[in-house]
């Protein structure tokens, strides 16, 4: 065990981001004319999915008076409208926070969100140049690198795929989207066991339950308690945007507004991880390479009725990611299908289904009170209960302190 804890927690805001986005919206009222006020609504509006309020504030600041985030704001706001026009508008945002970038990794990510309007507008090629120009100015541009890759690997261009993920690599970036994007390339490529390799589940997944906290005479109350905290929580959200969950609630902040037993749950949780971090092996792999001195635990809470589930996907800005099961239905834990579970594999979409079954995928059944580790850049999915219980878990994930 090292000395000092590696892993810390990320800061809890005071008030949920719909209670600020609510005080926001006073203020506005009595003083419209505050373009400070006015980008700080538009901010919170994107993480309210209020796209269509978030366009109208930034749409009615002046060309000469917008700023490098209002453009792109107003960019990634047309973007999630998904219609043709508000495409053609969120290319034009994009290429005005080209211009006025202040810094490389500025124009880097517009020039991502650009890329993402010219493959939404059919200019394939387009597209493809200004991923690269992204990725050329900042190598760590996971939007960059994800998009880029989805294009490869649309033409079948998995040699083309691994050469970007080890320029990528040489250049200093070795993130979990370009950790995920070299997995799925081998599977194409029909090299399944380096592809099982570069997740390497047998040996960096991890499973365990977290001991009782202080003061409770069981996991089973406290998780019981947990619960009603969460059901509770003013940053109850239904079907986010832009996220992998589908028919799902969730709780971005779920530390926001001075929750004490989420507070205790993540303390518990750090503590865990920081001494599993210093159980791994000290192997040649490129995820344990990749590994952060210091890392920041960041955690977001998923609720699924019985449709719920989550869809194919990884995690682009952890390092490790983990999951731990607050309430599980009972016919999950004591069940023999998927319903429920959580599986590891790769997705069809992107891997091809010859390779996918190939690959082939791991079942891993929720149970109360547990606490499962695993490489953020691992693929994984989850299926609807069809319980009438509701399954709640804290996700989260590790970043790069």
Same mark, same amino acid.
């Given at each position: 065990?090292?000395?000092?804890?590696?892993?810390?927690?990320?800061?809890?805001?005071?008030?949920?981001?719909?209670?600020?986005?609510?005080?926001?919206?006073?203020?506005? /009222?009595?003083?419209?004319?505050?373009?400070?006020?006015?980008?700080?609504?538009?901010?919170?509006?994107?993480? /309210?999915?209020?796209?269509?309020e978030v366009i109208q504030l930034l749409s009615a600041i002046a060309l000469d008076e917008r700023q490098y985030n209002d453009n792109l704001i107003l960019a990634e706001a047309h973007l999630a409208r998904e219609e043709f026009d508000d495409t053609r508008l969120a290319a034009?945002?994009?290429?005005?926070?080209?211009?006025?970038a202040g810094d490389r990794h500025e124009r880097a990510a517009a020039l991502a969100t650009r890329g993402r309007a010219e493959v939404r507008l059919g200019d394939i090629e387009?597209?493809?140049?200004?991923?690269?120009? +992204?990725?050329?100015?900042?190598?760590?541009?996971?939007?960059?690198?994800?998009?880029?890759?989805?294009?490869?690997?649309?033409?079948g261009d998995c040699r083309g795929v691994l050469e970007l993920i080890d320029d990528l690599a040489k250049?200093?970036?070795?993130?979990?989207? +370009?950790?995920? +994007?070299?997995?799925?390339?081998?599977?194409?490529?029909?090299?399944?066991? /380096?592809?099982?390799?570069?997740?390497?589940?047998?040996?960096?997944?991890?499973?365990?339950?977290?001991?009782?906290?202080?003061?409770?005479?069981?996991?089973? +109350?406290?998780?019981?308690?947990?619960a009603l905290e969460l059901l509770d929580h003013p940053g109850l959200t239904y079907d986010r945007y832009g996220t992998a969950s589908e028919r799902t609630w969730r709780i971005d902040e779920p530390l926001a507004g001075g929750r004490p037993l989420v507070k205790v749950l993540v303390s518990l949780l750090a503590k865990a991880v920081d001494a599993y971090i210093d159980r791994l092996p000290r192997?040649?792999?490129?995820?344990?390479?990749?590994?952060?001195?210091?890392?920041?635990?960041?955690?977001?809470?998923? &609720?699924?009725?019985?449709?719920?589930?989550?869809?194919?996907?990884?995690?682009?800005?952890?390092?490790?990611?983990?999951?731990?099961?607050?309430?599980?239905?009972?016919s999950i834990t004591k069940g023999s299908g998927p319903a429920g579970c959580l599986a590891f594999g790769i997705p069809e979409d992107?891997?091809?289904?010859e390779a996918a079954e190939a690959f082939g995928y791991e079942l891993v059944r929720p149970q109360s009170g547990s606490m499962l580790l695993f490489p953020s850049h691992a693929y994984h999915r989850?299926?609807?209960?069809?319980?009438?219980?509701?399954?709640?878990?804290?996700?989260?994930? &590790?970043?790069?302190?």
């Open positions: 065990m090292t000395n000092y804890q590696r892993i810390l927690v990320e800061h809890a805001a005071p008030i949920t981001r719909a209670q600020e986005r609510a005080l926001l919206r006073t203020a506005f /009222a009595t003083n419209p004319g505050s373009l400070v006020i006015r980008r700080k609504l538009a901010f919170m509006g994107m993480a /309210a999915d209020a796209f269509d034009a945002a994009a290429s005005l926070a080209i211009a006025i387009a597209a493809r140049t200004t991923f690269e120009e +992204a990725l050329e100015l900042d190598p760590a541009n996971k939007n960059a690198c994800k998009r880029l890759v989805s294009l490869h690997l649309k033409a250049r200093g970036s070795l993130h979990s989207r +370009a950790l995920a +994007a070299r997995t799925l390339a081998l599977a194409r490529l029909g090299d399944i066991e /380096a592809a099982r390799t570069s997740v390497n589940h047998a040996v960096f997944r991890h499973r365990q339950q977290l001991p009782t906290p202080p003061g409770w005479p069981s996991l089973a +109350a406290f998780n019981a308690a947990l192997i040649d792999h490129p995820w344990i390479s990749a590994r952060p001195e210091r890392g920041i635990l960041h955690s977001w809470c998923v &609720i699924t009725e019985s449709a719920g589930f989550e869809t194919w996907h990884v995690h682009q800005f952890g390092w490790m990611s983990g999951v731990y099961y607050v309430d599980v239905p009972s992107e891997a091809g289904q989850t299926f609807p209960h069809g319980a009438t219980e509701r399954r709640i878990c804290l996700a989260f994930d &590790i970043w790069p302190a």
